[in-house]
């Protein structure tokens, strides 16, 4: 027996770039997930976190619609990924975000649900929107708004995405106080947890290198 430690196999540091066929099933599948996550919270009366949860609160205490604010807010964060991010990621986004418009109406007519526990809806919803946006992220995808903001400040200063998110999404949440009940709250805010903590687990820098 040989007494010479065997020298580990050299770790590849090429990354290995994504195909087209792998961005528009990324592109696919997270946006089903996160439409399908969207129907659960809305059917229970959850918020959502982002600008998707900022547009629905406000949509709770205006006369304007959710669609209407969602494009509106959305606006300024098109401009930063534009500038920062590059056009294709701006692509990229744009088609996300109209994906999952989409799916979103198209869901109810897909599936029927008789009876729908909250809890239950909290945490599959939230699994469901923490895993599309996951995959859209490693597909350099955001979903609007603060998901261009947060892989932004993740890939030029460090800061955890899912970090950053939670964040803003308790924020958002703080201000629902006055809209929403106390359970629907306290549940939003475990759900909002939920989704941020995958991202945060997941999405580090350096874990997943595949580029897009």
Known sequence: MSDTIATPPAVQTEVERHQLYEDALAMLLGTLFIALGM??????MLLTGGIAGAGLLLSYVTPVSFGTLFFLINLPFYALAWKRLGWRFTLRTFLAVGLVTLFSRMTESWIGIAHLDPV????????LCGTG????????????????LAIHLQERHGIRA???????DLAILAAAFFVLTPDRLLLSVVGATIVNMILAINHKPGRYLGVT
């Open 133 to 148: 946006l996951l995959m859209l992220f490693r597909h350099r995808t955001g979903l609007g708004g603060i998901n261009i």
């Open 162 to 168: 899912g970090y950053f998110q939670l964040a803003v």
């Open 120 to 127: 239950y809806a909290t945490v599959v919803g939230g699994g």
């Open 39 to 44: 129907m659960l919270y809305a059917k229970t």
